[in-house]
C-alpha cells in the first residue's frame, strides 16, 4: 500500500487511501494494539480518523488507546464515541412554559449547575465504579437528581449523600434541573487529576448486622478466599472475559486456603460439576436475593482475606469497599485497565492479574496462587524466587521481556514490587542459560540496543504525532519502527534456536528443569 506519490512537479505528495486501503489500515491499527504499540496505533486511527470522521470503529478504538496511554482529557473527549454506538443518542427534555420542550443543556465542564441531571448509562459494575465521583459534586453544593439501576439503590445510599435516586426502568419526571451529564463524564467535567482517582477509598460500607450474620456461617482459620469466575453471558462485554470454575482449581489445593463462592447467574452452575466443589462454600439461594444487589456480597467480603475475581462487578464493590482483590483480566482487557502492569489508578486494594494467550487463564492463576501462598506462609515472608510458578516462555521473548525492562528503568517507568519479583525471577532463568555462551549473551546485547533504538524511535513518533504533522518524516519514523522491530523479531528467533540446541543437548545428562514444553517453550 503506498500512499506517497510523486507530482508532475516531481515532489511527493501524500495521498488519501480509498475504501480498501482504510480498511487493511484499521486492520493494521487492530494488530498494532493486541501488540501493545500504541504509539503506532494511535497514529494510524489519527489518520483515518482525518480522511473518514464517520468510521466510528476507528473512533472507538481512537478512545481506548488514549486511555492505555493515559491521554486522560483526549480520552474521555474521545468515549463520547460510545454514544454513537448506542441504538438512541442519550439526550434529555424538559417542558417549557408554553407546554412544549427543548433539550436539557449537557455539562461538559467549568462551574456545575445548581441542579443536576446525572444519567447513568452502562451496567452495574460502571455505577459502582464512577458514582464515587457524585461526592466532590454535593460537596460543591450542587443538587443531584441520579437516574440509575434500582437495584443498587440501597447499596449507593451506604455512601451517605444526600442525592435523589430515580430508576432507570421507569418513567418519570424531575423538576428544576437544570443541567445533565453522563456519569462516567463526571471525572473529565470535573477536571479531577487523574493521579487522585483512586482517592477517598473506600466510600461504600457493608450493612454491620449482615456483616455479623454472615461471618457466623465463615468461622474459619484457614485463609479465606472469595471467588467470581462468570460475568453476564449477555453483556457485550463478554468476549472472553468470564474464566470456567475449574480454572480456579489450584487455589482449592493451597493447604490452609478455603474458597467461597460469590457467583450469581447461570455460571453458578459450575460448582455442581467442579473437582474441588467440597472446598468451595456455597452460600446458597438467599445471598443477594432480596431485590437489592450486593448487599451479603459486600458484607461476605468484610470477613475474606481477599477476594479473587475476573472482570465483573464484584470486582467494583471490592475495590469500593477497599477490601484486597485480585483481578483476573483477559488479553485485550476493557478500557478502564489501561495498559499498566499490575496496579490500577482506580483502586489501591487492587491486583491486576493479565492473560498473555487469549483463552488460558494458566499463568495468571499460577501468579495468584504464589501470592496467597506466600501470604499464608508460615513465617510470613515476602514471596521468593522460589515461591513463583513455572509458566510457559520461550527464550526469545524472554530476551525481549529483559530489554524492554531495561529501556522501562531507565525512564522510569512504574517499577513495583510485584513486578520486580517476576523479573527477578526471569532474569535468573536468563542467566544461567547464557553464563557460558558468548552468542547468546552477544544477541541479547542486540536486542537491548534495538529495545533502546525503538523507545527513540517511539519518542520522536510521540512529538510528531502530538504535533499533528502527517507527513514524510512521519512514514519515515513509521517504517524505521517496522525495520527495528522485525530486526528484534529475528534476533529473538535466533535465541530460540539456539537455546532449543542447547536444551536438547542437556536433556541427555538428566537436567529435567530444563526440558521444553510445546518447542521452544520453556517454564520459566
Known amino acids: 500500500m503506498r500512499l506517497v506519490e510523486t507530482s508532475h512537479a516531481g515532489t511527493d505528495m501524500i495521498r488519501a487511501p480509498n475504501a480498501t486501503e482504510v480498511s487493511h489500515l484499521f486492520a493494521l ?69 408554553d407546554g412544549g420542550s427543548r433539550e436539557l443543556p449537557r455539562w461538559r465542564g467549568g462551574e456545575p449547575p445548581k441542579s443536576l441531571l446525572v444519567m447513568d448509562e452502562q ?20 443538587e443531584i437528581n441520579f437516574v440509575t439501576h434500582e437495584i443498587l439503590f440501597d447499596l449507593i445510599r451506604t455512601m451517605d449523600l444526600p442525592i435523589n435516586l430515580l430508576p432507570s426502568n421507569k418513567p418519570g419526571t424531575v423538576n428544576g434541573a437544570t443541567g445533565w451529564t453522563p456519569l462516567l463524564h463526571i471525572p473529565r467535567a470535573l477536571g479531577i487529576d487523574p493521579k487522585t482517582y483512586g482517592d477517598h477509598v473506600p466510600y461504600i460500607s457493608a450493612d454491620p448486622v449482615r456483616v455479623k450474620a454472615w461471618a457466623r456461617k465463615m468461622v474459619s ?136 494467550v487469549a483463552g488460558d487463564w494458566s499463568e495468571p492463576m499460577a501468579l495468584i496462587a504464589a501470592d ?13 524466587l522460589d515461591h513463583l510458578p513455572k509458566v510457559p516462555i520461550s527464550y526469545g521473548e524472554l530476551a525481549g521481556q529483559i530489554a524492554d525492562w531495561s529501556v522501562r528503568t531507565k525512564f522510569g517507568d512504574g517499577s513495583n514490587k510485584d513486578a520486580d519479583l517476576r523479573r527477578k525471577y526471569l532474569k535468573n532463568e536468563w542467566d544461567n542459560l547464557i553464563k557460558d555462551n558468548k552468542l547468546l549473551s552477544s544477541l541479547q546485547v542486540e536486542i537491548e540496543q534495538i529495545a533502546h533504538q525503538i523507545a527513540e524511535a517511539e519518542r520522536k513518533l510521540r512529538a510528531h504525532e502530538e504535533a499533528g504533522n502527517v507527513d514524510r518524516a512521519l512514514l519515515g519514523l513509521v517504517r524505521e519502527m517496522s525495520s527495528l522491530k522485525q530486526k528484534r523479531e529475528d534476533r529473538g528467533r535466533r535465541i530460540d534456536a539456539l537455546a532449543e540446541t542447547e536444551l536438547q543437548s542437556s536433556e541427555h545428562h538428566s537436567e529435567p528443569s530444563k526440558q521444553t514444553r510445546g518447542g521452544n517453550k520453556k517454564k520459566a
Not at 458514582?131 to 453544593?141: C, F, N, S
Not at 467440597?278 to 437489592?292: H, I, M, P, T
Open 221 to 356: 482459620k484457614d485463609f479465606k478466599v472469595g471467588i467470581c469466575w462468570g460475568g453476564n453471558r449477555e453483556s457485550p462485554a463478554e468476549k472472553g472475559r468470564s474464566a470456567p470454575l475449574e480454572a480456579f482449581a489450584p487455589l482449592a489445593a493451597i493447604p490452609g486456603v478455603r474458597l467461597f463462592s460469590l457467583q450469581k447467574g447461570q455460571p453458578a452452575e459450575e460448582i455442581k460439576t467442579a473437582s474441588f466443589r467440597r472446598e468451595l462454600y456455597d452460600f446458597g439461594d438467599s445471598f443477594d436475593a432480596d431485590g437489592q444487589a450486593f448487599l451479603d456480597t459486600a458484607a461476605v467480603m468484610m470477613s475474606l482475606d481477599l477476594v479473587v475475581t475476573v472482570d465483573t462487578s464484584v470486582a467494583h464493590v471490592a475495590g469500593a469497599l477497599g477490601r484486597p482483590v485480585h483481578l483476573l483480566l483477559r488479553v485485550e482487557p476493557d478500557w478502564r485497565w489501561l495498559a499498566r502492569e499490575t496496579d490500577t489508578v482506580w483502586y489501591p486494594s487492587a491486583r491486576l492479574f493479565r492473560q498473555r
Open 123 to 142: 451496567g452495574l459494575g460502571d455505577t459502582i465504579h464512577f458514582m464515587r465521583y457524585l461526592r466532590p459534586l454535593v460537596e460543591q453544593g450542587v
Open 29 to 97: 491499527a487492530e494488530h498494532e494494539i493486541v501488540k501493545g504499540r500504541f504509539t503506532e496505533a494511535l497514529i494510524l486511527l489519527r489518520f483515518i480518523r482525518s480522511i473518514d470522521p464517520d468510521h466510528t470503529d476507528a473512533a472507538a478504538r481512537l478512545a481506548l488507546t488514549l486511555f492505555r496511554r493515559e491521554q486522560w482529557n483526549e480520552a474521555w473527549d474521545a468515549f463520547d464515541i460510545r454514544f454513537k454506538l448506542m441504538s438512541a443518542q442519550p439526550a434529555v427534555k424538559i417542558r417549557t412554559a
Open 372 to 384: 496467597i501462598i506466600a501470604r499464608t506462609s508460615q513465617k510470613g515472608n515476602a514471596p521468593t
